[in-house]
């Protein structure tokens, strides 16, 4: 029996991808990247390297079935091990939870922790990285992959590597730093001077996470030990309401980074949808019944009725039968703080 194990982190609302990408229905769950949802693909990736049912996957309460019924069509031996978290308290907890579940099963597990929203076009890099990052961990590390920037984005937390653990043509290094989203001008020095986006996948011994965790969370690490069947839900809720980053990798001493080029994304805006999607002769993305004049550049994405364009240039037009999103390109990265400021509206006027 394999002891490698894959944790699908399948929670979040993706609210950059608004009004598509809704509460009840968030874009894990949605096909914005080819036929299958964003969650099919992440799971048939990952059984490239574990069985089915090594396959963990933590969701919301809300979302089970539909988490399930998707997997159902993939993997199904991996519909037993959907956990389903009564409220929302960021990756750590999560983590923590599902990592606590499999070392139940197998004290020897060797875990890798990724999101069910992202695309990877070369997966045999991917799988490569992955089996690397598995070599490094059993030296008690906490690894995580990194991705070689091809632009200063501005959207990702940034990792700066130090002193390199391992040789050969899949070099890793211990991190120096870890750095928040920057402004675009210091984005760009942070590449020039080597630094990774930061992936949030990871690697690592459930040994391993679980001795961090009690040092750096002991009371977090106490309440799950004594959570009970009973006490779920209560305790749950209880959790500190913190990210894997910040609660335990920013705080691990033995932690590594493996630079990966995978062609990876996290989909995280609707620019980024373009940027994944073939274009046609005027470089627009078009999906539905969309029928443009005069228009370059451009994402055009109706779910319901008909929607045209004339004489635009580089926008998003989002339209679903609640709501309709209409942006320039450039600008997709604020659409959380106008979708706030939208149900704001609803709440007021009801």
């Known amino acids: 029996m394999s002891n490698y194990y894959a944790l699908i982190l399948c929670g979040g609302s993706g609210t950059r991808l608004w009004p598509l990408s809704r509460t009840l229905r968030p874009k894990q769950l949605l096909a914005l990247n080819g036929k299958e949802t964003l969650l099919q693909q992440t799971a048939a990736r ?158 690592f011994k459930a040994s391993t996470f679980m001795q961090m965790f009690e040092q750096h969370q002991p009371e977090m690490a106490q309440q799950l030990s004594a959570m009970t069947v009973e006490s779920f839900a209560e305790t749950y809720a209880n959790f500190t309401n913190i990210s894997m980053d910040v609660g335990l990798a920013e705080k691990a001493k033995k932690i590594a980074v493996m630079p990966v080029d995978m062609a990876w994304s996290d989909l995280g805006s609707w620019d980024s949808i373009y940027q994944k999607h073939d274009k046609d002769v005027d470089n627009n993305v078009m999906h539905g019944k969309v029928f443009a004049q005069d228009t370059t550049n451009s994402l055009l994405w109706s779910e319901s009725s008909v929607l045209a364009t004339a004489g635009l240039d580089h926008i998003v037009v989002i339209q679903t039968d609640g709501a309709t999103l209409v942006c320039d390109r450039s600008k997709t990265e604020g659409i959380k703080s106008l979708v706030a400021q939208v149900e704001k509206y609803k709440v007021g006027s009801k």
């Open 46 to 203: 990952l059984l490239a390297h574990v069985p089915a049912e090594n396959l963990y996957t933590v969701t919301h309460e809300d979302h089970k079935f539909e988490v399930k019924g998707q997997l159902a069509e993939v993997a199904p031996s991996a519909v037993t091990n959907v956990l389903a978290e009564p409220c929302a308290r960021n990756t750590l907890p999560a983590i923590a939870w599902a990592v606590s579940q499999i070392q139940a099963k197998d004290k020897n597990a060797i875990i890798g922790v990724f999101a069910s929203d992202h695309a990877i076009d070369n997966e045999a890099a991917f799988i490569e990285a992955w089996e690397t990052a598995e070599k490094i961990a059993t030296d008690d590390y906490l690894v995580l992959l990194g991705i070689e920037p091809d632009s200063p984005a501005t959207g990702y937390g940034y990792i700066k590597p130090s002193k390199q653990i391992t040789g050969g043509n899949k070099p890793v290094f211990e991190v120096a730093q870890f750095v928040e989203k920057p402004a675009v001008e210091i984005a760009k020095q942070y590449i020039a001077d080597g630094y990774l986006w930061n992936s949030g996948m990871f690697v």
